[in-house]
């Protein structure tokens, strides 16, 4: 198991290096793919509202001391959605994961892969229809919430 953790780390800096090892600016398009940071930006603010960027609504969240920075995370319908996700968990495993519905036991939309931080991940869920959708860490699924599509 311990190798697994090992291989997991060196292929989450491949990839960081492989992307040029920083973030998409503020006019860039966000990138679809996951990818580990060296170091955790700051929690989200769980009052903000998304922020466009092109054509997607790019919403943070945050993992710290084993719980989102928001439980309400709320997004414009017929847009695409990508959660950027900041484990500051240092040696913590976190992730998101969306479902189609009100529960966990929905259907997956997509998920973050499961990281220890400090680690920023991101998903990319496409245009959703109005409607609520779960979300929690599969590592700790006490850790939930409800993304509000309007």
Request: charged share 15%; net charge negative; hydrophobic share 45%.
């Amino acid at each position: 198991m311990r190798w697994f953790g090992v291989l997991l780390v060196a292929l989450a800096a491949a990839t960081w290096v492989a992307c040029g090892g920083g973030d998409a600016g503020a006019g860039d398009e966000p990138s679809s793919t996951s990818s580990a940071s060296r170091e955790a930006s700051p929690a989200a603010d769980p009052a903000s509202t998304p922020v466009v960027s092109g054509d997607a609504a790019v919403i943070d969240l945050a993992a710290t001391n084993i719980s989102f920075s928001a439980d309400a995370l709320s997004a414009p319908a017929g847009r695409e959605i990508v959660i950027r996700f900041t484990n500051n968990d240092s040696g913590v495993p976190h992730n998101v994961h969306v479902y189609a519905g009100e529960t966990t036991s929905s259907d997956t939309l997509g998920a973050t892969a499961i990281a220890s931080g400090p680690a920023t991940e991101q998903v990319r869920l496409g245009a959703l229809t109005r409607g609520a959708y779960a979300f929690a860490c599969d590592v700790h699924p006490e850790m939930e919430g409800t993304l509000t599509v309007e």
